[in-house]
């Protein structure tokens, strides 16, 4: 039976009084018409700069409102939160902003320029602590740290409080678009607490406006839940998109959106990198990974999970956050070129006579092609000797057209496969 005081007319209430709350330490964050994407689906799509925030991310809406909510012993005895990142970024600064002393727990993973910040943002009033492997290690440490020291836990999504800070984000975007509410609302989901948040005051105020909640493919934890009807552990994650990389989702925020069910999507990582690529090109947006999710689900690459959207419509995509550490960028174009199909991994075995490079360079690579990893070591005693080969296509459509060349010539090849663990450490 659903407890009344978590359904989604509920939290609109809680997200309305959040709002007032929040005046204190928020402003309105832009939202911003983006050509670029409105003219690849035909629909005015725009942008809600989250990562214009005072801590270039959302996170700073929930933990605010949960720490405001503290009475004074609570507020005397401190608070203790897990992240990511960007939560505590945001618990930072609600401690320096309310006088409260804090100690927030990140993962080892965490990239040194989300700990700085960290540490900035709160001064003397926070202790970082580094430990754990995943956000969901680092959260059951947190857990136990607080309860240890009669801290009070800032969860970073599975919280009433929190959810209600993080959706008024959606009370925003109507305002900005004078009262009128966007046809498709796109959210990125980690943990639930933006997606149960905002999802809950729009099916309250705005029942037609379509939700849809946009996942990693290597952490779909929300749904997992969903298809299972409670929170679900997942096996393993992939940390690349540390913002939403989630292994299991909250339980209130599961069981409010499972109330509000919204369409949902998860978009592979590489789509992700192609993403905040062109984020930053072609629009001027330094977006982290779990901050280009939502609009990732609008463009297409070689695996097509692009998001149906009717030409006309006014999509909002939320853009959560920019605290991206510059040193990923490498990994970040890896990935969009194997996503696109221009980057692939391959072991061919050369005959070991002159001349034979030079005939597949001739013969095999097309004219826009190039070799970007090339790893021979000769061998004296033998007729053949194998070499590591990576090639970068001028047009991706071409990969076949090289495969039946690269079959045709003197070598012999073989592509390397993703799964693989050699894959895995070229990417």
Same mark, same amino acid.
């Given at each position: 039976? =659903?407890?009344?005081?978590?359904?989604?007319?509920?939290?609109?209430?809680?997200?309305?009084?959040?709002?007032?709350?929040?005046?204190?330490?928020?402003?309105?964050?832009?939202?911003?018409?983006?050509?670029?994407?409105?003219?690849?689906?035909?629909?005015?799509?725009?942008?809600?700069?989250?990562?214009?925030?005072?801590?270039?991310?959302?996170?700073?809406?929930?933990?605010?409102?949960?720490?405001?909510?503290?009475?004074?012993?609570?507020?005397?005895?401190?608070?203790?939160?897990?992240?990511?990142?960007?939560?505590?970024?945001? =618990?930072?600064?609600?401690?320096?902003?309310?006088?409260?002393?804090?100690?927030? !727990?990140?993962?080892?993973?965490?990239?040194?320029?989300?700990?700085?910040?960290?540490?900035?943002?709160?001064?003397?009033?926070?202790?970082?602590?580094?430990?754990?492997?995943?956000?969901?290690?680092?959260?059951?440490?947190?857990?136990?740290?607080?309860?240890?020291?009669?801290?009070?836990?800032?969860?970073?999504?599975?919280?009433?409080?929190?959810?209600?800070?993080?959706?008024?984000?959606?009370?925003?975007?109507?305002?900005?678009?004078?009262?009128?509410?966007?046809?498709?609302?796109?959210?990125?989901?980690?943990?639930?607490?933006?997606?149960?948040?905002?999802?809950?005051?729009?099916?309250?105020?705005?029942?037609?406006?379509?939700?849809?909640?946009?996942?990693?493919?290597?952490?779909?934890?929300?749904?997992?839940?969903?298809?299972?009807?409670?929170?679900?552990?997942?096996?393993?994650?992939?940390?690349?998109?540390?913002?939403?990389?989630?292994?299991?989702?909250?339980?209130?925020?599961?069981?409010?959106?499972?109330?509000?069910?919204?369409?949902?999507?998860? =978009?592979?990582?590489?789509?992700?990198?192609?993403?905040?690529?062109?984020?930053?090109?072609?629009?001027?947006?330094?977006?982290?990974?779990?901050?280009?999710?939502?609009?990732?689900?609008?463009?297409?690459?070689?695996?097509?999970?692009?998001?149906?959207?009717?030409?006309?419509?006014?999509?909002?995509?939320?853009?959560?956050?920019?605290?991206?550490?510059?040193?990923?960028?490498?990994?970040?174009?890896?990935?969009?070129?194997?996503?696109?199909?221009?980057?692939?991994?391959?072991?061919?075995?050369?005959?070991?006579?002159?001349?034979?490079?030079?005939?597949?360079?001739?013969?095999?690579?097309?004219?826009?092609?190039?070799?970007?990893?090339?790893?021979?070591?000769?061998?004296?005693?033998?007729?053949?000797?194998?070499?590591? =080969?990576?090639?970068?296509?001028?047009?991706?459509?071409?990969?076949?057209?090289?495969?039946?060349?690269?079959?045709?010539?003197?070598?012999?090849?073989? !592509?390397?496969?993703?799964?693989?663990?050699?894959?895995?450490?070229?990417?």
């Amino acid at each position: 039976m =659903v407890d009344t005081a978590n359904t989604p007319a509920a939290m609109a209430k809680r997200v309305d009084a959040a709002a007032t709350t929040l005046r204190r330490v928020m402003v309105e964050t832009p939202l911003q018409p983006n050509m670029r994407l409105s003219e690849l689906t035909g629909a005015k799509v725009l942008l809600k700069r989250e990562d214009l925030s005072p801590v270039r991310s959302y996170k700073l809406r929930g933990a605010y409102q949960l720490m405001s909510e503290l009475g004074e012993d609570a507020r005397q005895a401190g608070v203790t939160c897990a992240s990511a990142g960007n939560h505590g970024q945001g =618990v930072a600064f609600a401690c320096s902003a309310l006088g409260i002393d804090g100690e927030i !727990v990140v993962p080892t993973t965490t990239s040194r320029q989300k700990r700085e910040r960290i540490s900035t943002l709160g001064g003397s009033r926070v202790h970082l602590v580094v430990a754990g492997e995943t956000y969901d290690a680092s959260s059951e440490i947190a857990k136990e740290r607080a309860l240890a020291s009669g801290r009070t836990l800032v969860p970073a999504f599975d919280h009433l409080a929190t959810i209600s800070g993080q959706g008024t984000v959606a009370r925003e975007i109507v305002h900005q678009l004078g009262g009128g509410a966007p046809d498709v609302l796109i959210l990125p989901v980690g943990g639930g607490g933006l997606l149960a948040g905002c999802g809950s005051w729009m099916a309250t105020h705005y029942p037609t406006t379509r939700i849809v909640g946009v996942e990693p493919a290597g952490a779909a934890c929300m749904i997992a839940a969903l298809e299972a009807g409670h929170p679900v552990k997942l096996d393993q994650i992939d940390s690349f998109v540390d913002g939403a990389a989630v292994g299991q989702a909250g339980v209130f925020t599961i069981e409010l959106i499972a109330q509000i069910r919204p369409d949902m999507v998860a =978009v592979p990582e590489g789509q992700i990198c192609s993403e905040i690529l062109n984020l930053y090109q072609s629009d001027g947006i330094i977006a982290e990974p779990a901050g280009a999710l939502a609009s990732a689900v609008l463009r297409r690459g070689s695996r097509d999970t692009t998001l149906a959207i009717t030409p006309g419509q006014t999509v909002v995509c939320v853009v959560s956050g920019g605290n991206n550490d510059i040193s990923r960028y490498s990994e970040v174009i890896e990935r969009s070129l194997v996503f696109e199909g221009r980057k692939h991994y391959l072991l061919v075995t050369f005959p070991q006579e002159p001349g034979a490079l030079r005939r597949f360079l001739d013969e095999v690579l097309g004219p826009d092609d190039d070799i970007v990893l090339f790893e021979y070591t000769k061998k004296s005693n033998r007729e053949t000797g194998p070499a590591l =080969v990576g090639i970068e296509l001028g047009n991706p459509d071409d990969f076949q057209s090289f495969l039946q060349r690269l079959n045709a010539s003197p070598v012999s090849g073989e !592509v390397v496969d993703p799964a693989s663990i050699l894959y895995k450490y070229l990417v």
